[in-house]
């Protein structure tokens, strides 16, 4: 006899990587698009390109829009040839040291900003 949930066992490994700060059902996540040309990773701090409303990893140096930290990527995204549908962390609680953070960006320079959208980000305990 077969179990109706079989098919559930090759879904996916979940591995932990210390992202998420707290409680998981804080968690609030939404379906984005990844601008072609990208390779991104999950963690990864990504800002809105203004006219496409597409998304890149967060620097300092654009000027399209996406120099302002919006979301945090829930999910690996490879981009590299396409655009991609991705998920990605709108609120939530998260450790600093498992982020990618863009060029031009700190830690102290984003916080505040994501902090104002839900999102919180807090050095790890050790």
Do not use: C, W
Not at 69 to 79: K, S, T
Request: hydrophobic share 40%; net charge negative; no cysteine.
């Amino acid at each position: 006899m077969t179990t109706p949930y079989a098919s559930f066992s090759t879904a996916g490994i979940y591995s932990p990587d210390n992202l998420v700060a707290n409680n998981h059902e804080s968690l609030i996540g939404r379906k984005i698009i990844i601008a072609s040309g990208r390779n991104l990773t999950r963690g990864s701090v990504i800002g809105k390109i203004t006219a496409s409303s597409k998304y890149v990893l967060s620097t300092s140096a654009a000027t399209d829009g996406s120099e302002v930290p919006d979301l945090i990527l829930a999910e690996d995204a490879d981009a590299t040839s396409a655009d991609v549908s991705a998920l990605a962390y709108a609120r939530g609680d998260f450790i600093t040291q498992a982020l990618t953070i863009g060029a031009g960006h700190t830690v102290a320079s984003i916080t505040e900003g994501l902090r104002t959208k839900g999102i919180t980000l807090l050095s790890a305990i050790v």
